[in-house]
């Protein structure tokens, strides 16, 4: 399994900024593409961003284009979500997903625990 431990959520008013972790457990994260992903209340889960494992290339979604940034830092072997204009429809729970061959899809195994981050207006 490739789990992770995310952390850095909470809660923050419209237009605020937040830096969420996201841990690896028991693994390098440095060999892998790593996802982010959110769930809002009444919703699928959605990849929101990407960073690949060899030269960094990021990729986002439309909704968070310009506002979040992904970067990791492969001697701390943590990996990063900045959250900056944030908006009361980015509420949600935010976990991390790692694959080996290109941005992941889901978890290979099971999901963390992921990190609740609350935007209020």
């Known amino acids: 399994q490739l789990q992770f431990v995310e952390s850095g959520g909470g809660w923050v008013q419209a237009g605020g900024s937040l830096r969420l972790s996201c841990v690896p457990i028991?693994?390098?994260?440095?060999?892998?593409?790593i996802g982010w992903f959110r769930q809002a209340p009444g919703k699928e889960r959605d990849r929101i961003s990407c960073?690949?494992?060899?030269?960094?290339?990021?990729s986002y979604a439309d909704s968070v284009k310009g506002r979040f940034t992904i970067s990791r830092d492969n001697a701390k072997n943590t990996v990063y979500l900045q959250m900056n204009s944030l908006k009361p429809e980015d509420t949600a729970v935010y976990y991390c997903?790692?694959?080996?061959?290109?941005?992941?899809?889901?978890?290979?195994?099971?999901w963390g625990p992921g990190t609740q981050v609350t935007v209020s207006s």
């Open positions: 997903a790692a694959d080996a061959y290109g941005c992941p899809k889901g978890p290979f195994g099971s």
């Open positions: 028991g693994f390098s994260a440095r060999y892998y593409h």
């Open positions: 960073i690949s494992s060899n030269e960094g290339t990021t």
